[in-house]
C-alpha cells in the first residue's frame, strides 16, 4: 500500500462523513443549498478518487 492509497481511503470515509454531515445540516436547517452533500457522499461511495486520476499512482481495483 503506497502513501496514494492510504490518501485515498482516507478520502472515501472523509467524503462520505461529510456528505452525510452536509445533508443532516440541510434537513435540519431546512436550507437546500447543504443538499449537495450528496456530491460528495455519492463520490465516497462509489470510490471515486481524483487523485488516482490525476496521479494514476493508486494501486489498481482488483
Request: glycine fraction near 6%.
Amino acid at each position: 500500500m503506497n502513501k496514494y492509497d492510504k490518501i485515498k481511503n482516507f478520502c472515501k470515509k472523509f467524503r462520505i462523513s461529510l456528505g452525510i454531515v452536509l445533508i443532516a445540516i440541510g434537513v435540519s436547517t431546512s436550507n437546500i443549498w447543504f443538499y449537495l452533500g450528496i456530491v460528495p457522499l455519492l463520490a465516497g461511495l462509489f470510490d471515486f478518487c481524483p487523485t488516482c486520476i490525476i496521479t494514476k499512482k493508486c494501486t489498481p481495483k482488483s
